[in-house]
């Protein structure tokens, strides 16, 4: 499988911004997704993660009310919807295949990431 994320941009704060990961190939829907991202300098870390139906949803507390993560298996397709993006949230983001886990070792497939650049 392929994954492909787009969406990204410069946006200023309080903003929001879309971001979609497509799939390629028929497993998609077999597989939880997550998206991590790594600002320049730090580790790459957890986002938010979603189970194979969409019906379990989980999110790291620094976003957690302004994110939300959402999938379209019948498109191949995951999001992210970004609100009241602050300049903290500027990183590259990436959208990942595995088990519903926040730690990246336990996704196998990765997109190539999308830049999301936040002004104060």
């Known amino acids: 499988v392929q994954l492909q994320a787009f969406g990204g941009g410069l946006v200023q704060a309080g903003d929001s911004l879309r971001l979609s990961c497509a799939a390629s190939g028929d497993t998609f829907k077999n597989y939880a997704m997550g998206w991590f991202r790594q600002a320049p300098g730090k580790e790459r870390e957890f986002v938010a993660q979603?189970?194979?139906?969409?019906?379990?949803?989980y999110y790291a507390d620094a976003v957690k009310g302004r994110f939300t993560i959402s999938r379209d298996n019948a498109k191949n397709t995951l999001y992210l919807q970004m609100n009241s993006l602050k300049p903290e949230d500027t990183a590259l983001y990436y959208c990942?295949?595995?088990?519903?886990?926040?730690?990246?070792?336990?996704?196998?497939?990765w997109g190539q990431g999308t830049l999301v650049t936040v002004s104060s």
């Open positions: 990942a295949r595995g088990f519903p886990v926040r730690d990246p070792s336990g996704y196998d497939c």
């Open positions: 979603i189970n194979w139906s969409g019906v379990g949803k």
